[in-house]
């Protein structure tokens, strides 16, 4: 039989532990078993793979506002690149392994999915950009073991616990706001949840860190339960963002729904109507009435929003705004947003270098299957000027010229720059066997378009 009063009695270096590790093992086990699926299914292992990730189950906002909530918990699995996951994975065991041994298992569990939803809800709601990461349900885990530290009523485990923590959640909220792309949203709302969550689950029960909570346990519980349905609903439709109007009315054009577009255009307007969202939404709708200039005067004006550099800025607002869909060529789902939005930003970069831009304007030319945006006569110059000012370097940039020249009417000129890439052993740049592919595609291009011999003159 157990005696309580021997267990509270323990050492510092019983209650630190670490034997019971189940539940930090799963989720290691689970990030890394999604990350390696996703690299079979060709992601990148070292850039950010934004498509294979939302493939994977990452937030995208506008799949979440037209019914994929689900994609707030299984982002917690999806990571973008080795070093991402690498890093989550690391801190997720040393802290997770900690919290396990302090509140229990399963408990750990729900601190990191609940805490990991309440990040990407609140994300969603105020960034409304695609993410995915563990590392708002780690800050869960954080928010917990300082819940426990401020519990506990040994006061050196509480003070060891505050020491260790602090400098990382310092130091990660610095980085974010000093590095793009670090979600701090989630991370904050991760931090808070995990909290509540833990100061509820902490309701004096003994174990590894007996508190002095009470009734106010059970209160916290409550709040954290009331406070993530609300977060999760209001991400489902954000009715006061004017991004969430701005890409659902993007998604209604795309879907040829008029009306419900204007709606969306309407509340932009009285939202925030000089925001760059809101404005790429208004360029997209004069596009649609056939007034070109405006459009993209407005589209102009959006780009600038984002950042003054057009070529970043297209970029941006692509990977933010344009909804994603798939199309079979890996495009983004709104092709004619994209368009106008290729068409700006080409008449702002003008002569200056701009090739990852450019290679994506002239892909959207050359696979869109919207006639009104394929063109792959006008795809070719763009194609070379990325080619140019890339210096040949970028491997997938060579091959969208190869492309452009085949259906342009020169698969020859075509295949021998991807004969080239394959003589200088640039085909890792590419998904496995794409290239090989690409060349027996062309090949057989040219030879289709070699003229038939001519029939041997017979014997009189």
């Known amino acids: ?46 850039r950010v793979d934004i498509e294979h990730a939302v493939g994977a189950g990452a937030v995208d906002p506008g799949r979440v506002w037209q019914g994929e909530p689900w994609r707030l918990a299984t982002a917690c699995f999806v990571h973008l690149g080795v070093w991402h996951v690498a890093l989550n994975v690391w801190v997720l065991w040393q802290l997770g392994t900690l919290l396990e041994r302090l ?48 519990l506990a009523r040994d006061r050196e485990l509480g003070r ?44 004096g029960e003994g174990g590894a860190a007996p508190t002095k909570s009470g009734y106010l346990g ?20 954000p009715i006061l963002s004017p991004r969430y109007h701005a890409i659902a009315g993007l998604a209604a054009l795309a879907d040829k729904k008029a009306d419900v577009a204007k709606q969306h255009a309407e509340e932009v307007v009285r939202l925030a109507p000089d925001d760059g969202a809101s404005l790429v939404l208004l360029a997209r709708m004069r596009d649609e009435a056939g007034d070109a200039p405006q459009a993209i005067k407005l589209a102009h004006q959006a780009l600038e929003r984002f950042d003054p550099e057009p070529a970043v800025a297209y970029l941006e607002v692509s990977r933010r705004l344009v909804p994603w869909g798939d199309d079979g060529e890996g495009l983004w789902g709104d092709l004619r947003t994209n368009a106008l939005l290729c068409r700006a930003a080409l008449e702002l970069v003008g002569d200056a270098p701009a090739a990852e831009m450019k290679n994506q304007c002239a892909w959207l030319k050359l696979r869109a299957q919207d006639p009104a945006v394929r063109d792959p006569a006008g795809a070719l ?25 085949a259906d342009t009417g020169d698969p020859a000129e075509g295949l ?24 027996q595609r062309l090949k057989r291009l040219v030879s289709s378009a070699k003229p038939a011999p001519a029939d041997p003159v017979g014997s009189p």
């Open 103 to 150: 509140i229990g298992g399963a408990r750990l569990i729900l601190v990191y999915v609940a805490a990991g939803v309440f990040g990407f809800g609140l994300s969603v709601a105020l960034l409304a950009v695609p993410t995915a990461g563990a590392s708002g349900a780690v800050f869960g885990i954080v928010g917990a073991l300082l819940a426990v530290a401020g």
């Open 160 to 203: 060891a616990l505050v020491r260790t923590l602090a400098p990382f959640v310092l130091a990660t909220f610095l980085l974010g706001f000093l590095v793009p792309g670090i979600d701090n949203a989630a991370h904050a709302g991760g931090l808070v949840f995990g909290w509540l969550l833990g100061y509820g689950l902490q309701q």
């Open 1 to 46: 039989m157990t005696d309580p009063d021997h267990d509270q009695a323990d050492p510092p270096e019983r209650r630190f532990d670490l034997s019971g590790r189940w539940a930090t093992t799963a989720l290691v086990l689970l990030n890394l078993s999604m990350f390696l699926v996703m690299l079979v299914a060709g992601a990148s292992p070292l």
């Open 218 to 237: 059970t209160v916290a519980l409550v709040a954290s339960a009331a406070l993530l349905a609300v977060v999760v609903a209001y991400s489902a439709r």
């Open 416 to 439: 021998a720059h991807l004969e080239k890439l394959a003589a200088e052993g640039r085909a890792g740049e590419l998904p496995r066997g794409f290239l090989d592919q690409e060349r």
């Open 381 to 405: 110059p763009i194609a070379k000027a990325a080619v140019a000012d890339g210096k040949g370097k970028d491997t997938s940039v060579v091959h969208t010229l190869a492309v452009a020249l």
